[in-house]
């Protein structure tokens, strides 16, 4: 009776025991049928018209328009079609490299693939990157870098890693556009001419070396600066984008320096460098060209011509931020390019400067 009456416990035991790892465990996700398969359902790119990501102050948008797609949250400046291209991509191809059982992902970035009708065709939420942890015995050092990120898709309970960090979603606009705004090449540059208020600082090159007008007779040129003005439209990237609503006065372009550079081809790139960013080191820049040939090929005119105005197309209704070391490559004066001549050596100084002649051996 005893023993039939434990054998009953013991089968009830099991069974509970089973009844409670099922109900702890029903709701688990099973990491092995995950890894390895796609986060996001497939989705067709040409369905996508709205990008958005993150929340608040923090979020940023691009959109497909009539003239292309642009950055919503950057007053509709042009977005690069490339880069949007890559990382759709790159959301469409991410698969789970493991499952982070326990993790909690609330409050992470939501990213939000939508239609043109504003309904959300895939999400996905973006929580902290992955950070691979170097062998202290590494040649490169120890700490870590990032080698992927959690994740989680939207209407799924699991919490993944992926090996992509998916950093283009983090909240700068600009990763979506194409920041370089000019790339004149300073061995076209044959002429620079600075404008400030009523001074003038025009330099010339003549025979691959430059000049500068107006050197005094107890001046000499000096051109340690030239190579930095002569190269400052060589490879220009944007900060930022000014807002449009604001006027040539508030922005300081009216008042402050012009700098343009002329080209053996005859093209003519002028930046109007206005005031500095309100809370920061940033300069406001206008940027604009035209084009005189200076030789007879049709077809090469033809070819500057349109550079020249593919470079306004592009920059012409805009207003752009810069750091301030471009800038002050823009804003030389006179003062820059001059320094005071050495008196000529005087005869009685030129003998002391000679090394004394040894005494001949006896």
């Known amino acids: 009776m005893k023993t039939t009456k434990l054998l009953g416990l013991a089968l009830g035991a099991v069974v509970l025991g089973g009844l409670a790892w099922y109900t ?6 099973n990491a092995p049928d995950l890894i390895g398969k796609r986060v996001l359902p497939k989705f067709d790119l ?6 958005e990501s993150g929340a608040g102050s923090n979020k940023f948008a691009l959109a497909s328009t009539e003239k292309g797609w642009v950055v919503s949250s950057l007053f509709n400046y042009p977005a690069d079609i490339t880069k949007i291209r890559e990382n759709l991509l790159k959301l469409q191809a991410v698969k789970v490299s493991d499952v982070a059982e326990g993790k909690d992902l609330t409050g992470g970035r939501l990213v939000d693939l939508q239609n043109a009708s504003g309904k959300s065709i895939a999400a996905l939420t973006l929580g902290n990157t992955h950070q691979h942890q170097s062998a202290g015995d590494s ?3 120890g700490g870590g870098y990032p080698d992927g990120r959690y994740v989680q898709a939207g209407g799924s309970d699991a919490v993944v890693l992926i090996s992509d960090t998916l950093d283009a979603f983090d909240g700068d606009p600009k990763k979506w556009t194409d920041t370089q ?3 004149v090449p300073s061995s076209d540059v044959t002429a620079i001419l600075l404008s400030f208020g009523t001074e003038n600082t025009k330099l010339t090159k003549k025979d691959g070396a430059w000049t500068m007008d107006g050197i005094g ?7 340690s600066n030239t190579y930095s003005v002569e190269s400052a439209l060589s490879y220009l990237n944007f900060t930022s984008v000014a807002d449009p609503a604001l006027s040539p ?7 402050g320096a012009v700098y343009t550079i002329q080209t053996k081809q005859g093209q003519v790139y002028t930046a109007n460098v206005g005031s500095t960013v309100p809370g920061g080191t940033d300069r406001y820049v206008k940027l604009s ?9 049709t077809v090469e005119n033809a070819k500057y011509d349109q550079q020249v105005k593919d470079f306004n197309a592009k920059n012409g209704n805009w207003v752009y931020t810069i750091a301030s070391y471009n800038a002050d490559n823009m804003t030389k004066k006179r003062a820059d390019f001059v320094k005071a001549k050495e008196p000529p050596k005087t005869e009685e100084a030129a003998t002391d400067a000679k090394p004394a002649k040894a005494e001949s051996g006896k």
């Open 24 to 29: 702890s465990n029903k709701n688990k996700i």
């Open 249 to 255: 006065d508030a922005l300081g372009l009216n008042t």
């Open 217 to 223: 007779t107890n001046e000499e040129f000096n051109t």
């Open 181 to 183: 705004i000019a790339s």
């Open 139 to 141: 040649p490169y050092g």
């Open 289 to 297: 060209a035209t084009f005189s040939p200076t030789g007879t090929n």
């Open 46 to 51: 040409s369905e996508i018209a709205r990008i």
